[in-house]
Structures are given as structure tokens and as C-alpha cells.
């Protein structure tokens, strides 16, 4: 390896906070397969087996630990959580983080294309990585290093409301199941202004599927929709929506 990367990545590694045992982990995650192709060089293995062991243990890791921070979650909704975590652009995102996108080896056409910006070449570098990682040091590593960049995001004690808009998720899962929207009202409201609860029910075909409590009405709502999400899946026998909410960036 050429002093010159190699000096490279051990400054990621800086970044990353981890140090590989064997650095040609990490630098057959960072190569696309356009650099394969489309250089001269001497490398013939590009970063695709990686992203697809990254893929795997991405997703293990992420549903242990949001097993581990909500216990009491029903399993749809951490399916929804989960798929909001590693879907392409929240990735792409902890690949920034990193900064993975300078020290991507990329074939010429992709560079001239924006490579280094595309978020689906971040993501499936970010899973390369999580690959390289599992590799070089087994699983336990790995986990400590996700759970390092995706902490942040699992703090608040609304995590769940902050991950998946669960009124939006209700409106598109009676809409496919029922041909129906769903109609929210506030029960009752009590408390000084400063201090307020409410609480809200939401209401299908007449019938009230779900009830929450909040802060302010909204949260109230969107207590209620989450409420009817678990409600509609045990009593229906059908599987709630496996994606996140599109406009909730993580």
C-alpha cells in the first residue's frame, strides 16, 4: 500500500475511533468498484462482499440495541425503527459523519458523476465499513461503534415520535387496509398553561382505536395513532409499514 493512503487512512481511523488490526480492511471498504475497473491498478477486490456482511450485521446490531433501549416496544414498531436506521439516506448520513466520502477510491466516470455525494454510494460504503470492522475484530467491536453513532439519536424519551411519524403511519396503513382516515380528537385537557396534558383518541370507521396522553395535542395525537398501530396489528393479523417516515431525518 502506498504511503500516501496509508497515512490516509490511518488519519479515518482517527475519525472513526477505531484502529484496525489489519488496515486492509478498511481500504477494500473505501474501494468502489468503478476504481476497480476503471484504473490501472493492481487491486481486483472491490468493497460489494463487504457491504453485503456489513448489511447483515448492521442490521443485528441495530436491532439489539434498540431492543436493549426499548424493551417494552412491540415489534412493529421496532421493524419501523429499525428500517428508518439503516435505510439509504439516515446511512448516508452517519457516512458524513465520518467523512468515508474523502477517502473513497472511485473510477473516474463516478467521479466526474458526484460519487463522493451520492447517497447511495455512502450508504453501501457505510456497510462496507461495518463489514471491514466485523472482520477485522468480530462482532462486540462493531456494536460499540454503532452504538457510538447512533446513541445521540436514541436519547430523547420521545425517540419514538422523533423516528417515525406515527400519525402518517396510520393515515397510509387505513388507507391501504380500509379506505378510510382516521379522525383525532382531544378527550379532555388539564393542568395550569404552563404545565398542560391532554389527552386524545383517535377514531376509525366510528370506532375509537386508540387513546394518548401528552404534553400538547399533538403529542397526545400521535400517542393515540402509535396506540392504534399496536392495537390494528394484534387484532387484524396485519403487518404495520417496514420503512420509516421520509421527512424525519435522523
Known sequence: MEEERLASLKELEEHLGYRFNEI?????????????????????????????????????????????????????ILSMMRAHLVKQSSLALLSKEIGLEGYLLLGKSELLNGGRGKSSILAN???????????????DQVLGIIQNQI???LQSETSLIL???YKSLLQKHTQQMHGLSPQYQVLEEFGPDHDKRFRASVVIDGEIKGTGWGKSKKLAEQEAAKNALEEMQITDGTCL??????????
Do not use: C, M
Not at 474501494?31 to 448492521?58: C, M, P, W, Y
Not at 409499514?241 to 435522523?250: F, W
Open 24 to 76: 486492509d480492511w478498511l481500504d477494500q471498504a473505501l474501494t468502489h468498484k468503478s476504481f476497480i475497473h476503471q484504473t490501472t491498478t493492481s487491486r481486483k477486490v472491490s468493497n460489494e462482499v463487504l457491504e453485503f456482511l456489513g448489511d447483515a450485521v448492521l442490521n443485528l446490531a441495530v436491532s439489539h440495541l434498540l431492543l436493549q433501549k426499548f424493551p417494552e416496544a412491540q415489534e412493529g
Open 125 to 139: 460504503t457505510y456497510e462496507a465499513l461495518i463489514g471491514a470492522i466485523y472482520r477485522d475484530s468480530g462482532f
Open 151 to 153: 446513541e445521540p439519536y
Open 163 to 165: 423516528f417515525n411519524d
Open 241 to 250: 409499514p417496514q420503512a420509516g417516515i421520509e421527512k424525519s431525518e435522523i
